[in-house]
Every structure is written in C-alpha cells, then in structure tokens.
C-alpha cells in the first residue's frame, strides 16, 4: 500500500455568524469533497442565529421578548433547549448567570445601538427577579412571570459551537476541533493520536498571545474576560459582562476566567456566572460544582496570575502548562 493512500487531507473550513466567524478543522480522505458540510455548518450556526440573536428583530427570542408578561409563547426546539440550560445554570449559580440582563445589555450599549444615560439609570434602579424565577418553561412554551427581556450572549456562541460538532458526527466524522469566537470544542484526537491543543489567551487587549496551553479530548472550553469587549466611561474600562446585583457592568472582577466543561454552552455559561462571582466566591462554587476553571487575575505589574481549580487545573500555577516559548 502507497503512502498516499494512507494519507488524512486537512479540511479547514470558516464562514460568518454572530458578528464573527466559525471554524472547523479536521482530516479525511484525500479528495473529499468539503461543500456539503461547509453548507451544513453554516446552516446550523445559522439556526442558533436566527433564533437566539437580539440583533435580529425577527429572532424567535426577540418575538418573546416582546410578547406579553403571563402570555405562553411557542418556542422552537433550539431556543427551548439553551433557555432551560440558562435557567439551571442561573440557579446553580445562585443568579451569577443570568440570562434576563437584556436591557442593562442594550442600555450600556452592547447590543445593536449606543449607551443611553437614560436607559442605564433605568437599568440599574431596576428591581429584578432572576430569570430562573421570572421565566416558566414546559417542553416547547415559555412564559413570563415578571417583566423581562432575555439576552443569550453569554450561551448562545457555545451553543453555536455544540452544533458545528453535532453537525461533524451527523456527516460520520468523530475527529476534529470547531470554534466561533474562541469558544472551542475538542472531538476525538488529531490523526497523530494527540489531544488538540488549543490556547488560553492572555487578558491583553492590544494583543493576542497565548498564557498557556490545553490538550483536549472529547471537551469544550470557553473564556469570559474583560480584555475583549468593553466601553470607557470617564476613562475606566469596564467589560461587557453584567452584574446582575446592579443591572451594569462588573467593576472589579479576574481579567478572564477559563472553563473547561461537557459541552461549549456549559462552558461558556459557567465562564460568566465565575467571571460575575470573583475569584474567591467563583472558586468556591467551582470546587462544589466540581468543574475545572482557570483565573487569570492581574498583579500589580500587570502580568496575569493564574489560580486553578479541578482536576485539568492545578491549584499550582506551576501545573498549568505555560505557553512561552512555543
């Protein structure tokens, strides 16, 4: 047998969604013809798009937004399914991820138009109730208790990425690595027999270099920081992650938190709800919850600090795989 028929091609493959890009990476047979999934995935990001966006006015959850407090609404099985994880995460985290902030999102101006003073005191005098209280869900019906309007940015990108590996296995490949946004999720093992690696970045808004490495197999891993999206307000930074004790931005929180979970939505819903908590009350709810984080906290010289937790990361800063040098 030749060695080119044992060879594996490397299919990359990228499109638009969410206001950023998804990829997918993994090998197959020479020839392979790679349209068919670069369409499927592309039609499945589109799906969590078109219904979890608040971009779109059109979206399903924007037409839940918008209907009535007490009203049942018919929500398609996508929405349903990443509402009730949410929820669960909501109230596992005792309201540290909260996915009724939609208007403190929209009122400091990180949804579709600007900050408005308005609005942003509107926001924080706001007497809320999480939204695993205000919501009820049966299988396929939503209804609000309580004036609320959804936001699901802090899931819905991890989601989008559970989907693109859904969509590889659906078209017979077990093998690969897919991500939107720098949200990834690890299927199998690369044709070497390696876990993929994949970098954790360090919290540096002018820069993107890697603070350490990951080797992952059959995971997903997401990161919530305060280095990515932000806006000044008399010239203070602040992140885009909301504290929903005050309906605005967090004013001290790590410079990211990292989790490595089951699925990217887990991840990406956890990284916030820790990202909220801090790290002394994150890691707390970590250790109990039993899940793997990293904290990246700045010192004074404004290098990153990393403080683990579970059993990929390593209460020793030593533990985590550095990234210098590669």
């Given amino acids: 047998m ?18 950023t890009r998804w990829s997918a990476l993994f090998f197959t047979k020479p020839g392979f013809d790679p349209a068919p999934i670069r369409a499927a995935l592309q039609a499945a990001v589109d799906e969590v798009d078109g219904q979890m966006s608040t971009w779109k006015r059109d979206s399903d959850l924007m037409r839940l937004n918008a209907a009535p407090v007490g009203e049942w609404v018919a929500v398609p099985a996508r929405l349903a399914e990443v509402l009730h994880l949410g929820l669960e995460i909501g109230r596992a985290s005792g309201g540290a991820f909260d996915i009724g902030m939609g208007d403190a999102v929209t009122a ?11 609005s942003i005191r509107a926001a924080m005098e706001t007497t809320r109730r999480p939204a695993h209280e205000a919501l009820e869900m ?12 959804l936001d699901l940015n802090g899931i819905a990108k991890g989601y989008g990425v559970d989907r693109l590996a859904e969509t590889l296995r659906d078209h017979g490949l077990r093998n690969g690595l897919v991500g939107i946004d720098g949200e990834m999720r690890a299927m199998g093992l690369r044709p070497d027999g390696e876990a993929w690696a994949i970098a954790v970045e360090a ?26 999206h932000w806006i000044e307000v008399q010239g203070r930074r602040l992140s885009h992650t909301m504290d929903p004790r005050r309906g605005a931005p967090l004013i001290a929180s790590p410079a990211s938190v ?7 939505a887990e991840a990406d819903a956890w990284a916030t709800a820790l990202m909220v908590l801090g790290p002394d009350k994150g890691a707390t709810l970590a250790r109990r919850s039993g899940l793997d984080a990293l904290f990246l906290l700045r ?15 390593s209460e020793e800063p030593a533990a985590i795989a550095s990234a210098e040098g590669r």
């Fill in 258 to 264: 990292t989790v490595v979970a089951r699925t990217c």
């Fill in 2 to 19: 030749s060695k080119m028929s044992t060879e594996r091609a490397r299919i990359a493959l990228n499109g638009p969604t969410m206001g």
């Fill in 138 to 149: 049966d299988d396929a019906r939503v209804r609000k208790a309580a004036p609320i309007a």
């Fill in 299 to 313: 010192a004074d010289d404004a290098s990153a600090r990393g403080v683990g937790v579970g059993r990929l990361f």
């Fill in 108 to 118: 400091w101006g990180f949804g579709p138009g600007v900050a408005a003073p308005d």
């Fill in 203 to 228: 919290p540096e808004a002018e820069r993107r270099t890697p603070h350490s490495i990951l080797a992952l197999q059959d995971a997903a891993v997401a990161t919530s920081g305060d280095y990515r």
